[in-house]
């Protein structure tokens, strides 16, 4: 079945520095991909998607490109912010009936000034 | 804010106890989707329902039951709870033709005592 896997957390990093959370998928045919953010007693946001190989998303400084050929959508930013402390998922929706979405365990990113 | 409402915010009741926990999705959307979040098993995804009729069941327990109303609110039951059922439930919906964009309510935190 679908299964996405991505790094442990938590992650730990200063204002400024560049923040990599890598996520893997594992499905068959062409999967939409996702990343959804989560702040501290709120629900899941989206944050970008990619629903075919190469597309980019970003949305507020975030990018990841779906690598077809690593099976990948890594998220990146150049220069976090502490406002950007939450836990963040990496997702993909497969080609199966239905519209689920399968999720990673989540990364918790903490950004201190 | 996402637009879809879940309603109670909280909820702490007992073993054997049952609930519900109820969602409104986006204005205009057809599609709601439940899914829960526990310490152990990450984000799961639970049912689907589409303009009414279930459309897609995953990891839902016999013990738990949906269903989505004519003004397309949607509440999911949970019955003989036990202490492993305590997790965040979280409810999203789609808007027609964007099979691949779910928005997320802020979830029902459900504690069993």
Redesign the interface.
């Known amino acids: 079945g679908d299964s996405v896997t991505q790094m442990e957390g938590p992650v730990t990093l200063s204002e400024e520095a560049f923040l990599t959370i890598n996520c893997t998928y594992t499905a068959t045919g062409y999967p939409?991909l996702?990343w959804?953010v989560q702040y501290p007693g709120?629900?899941?946001?989206?944050l970008l998607?990619a629903?075919k190989a190469d597309d980019k998303g970003s949305n507020k400084g975030f990018e990841a490109t779906y690598r077809k050929e690593t099976t990948s959508f890594h998220l990146e930013k150049g220069s976090v912010q502490v406002s950007d402390s939450a836990v963040y998922?990496c997702a993909l929706?497969g080609e199966?009936?239905?519209?689920?979405?399968?999720?990673?365990?989540?990364t918790r990113v903490l950004v201190k000034p | 804010d996402s637009g879809v409402t879940q309603t109670p915010k909280h909820l702490i009741t007992a073993t054997g106890q049952r609930v519900t926990l109820r969602c409104s999705p986006r204005s205009g959307d057809l599609s709601v989707y439940w899914y829960q979040q526990s310490l152990d098993q990450g984000l799961q995804f639970l049912i689907q329902y589409y303009n009414g009729e279930e459309r897609a069941k995953g990891n839902i327990l016999e013990r738990f039951s949906a269903q989505q109303f004519p003004d397309l609110h949607s509440e999911l039951n949970l019955s003989s709870l036990e202490l492993g059922d305590s997790a965040l439930y979280f409810c999203a919906s789609s808007p027609r033709g964007e099979r691949d964009t779910q928005y997320f309510g802020p979830g029902t935190r459900l504690t069993v005592l």
């Open positions: 939409s996702f959804y709120e629900g899941l946001q989206l998607k629903t998922f929706q199966a009936a239905g519209n689920k979405l399968t999720f990673g365990g989540g």
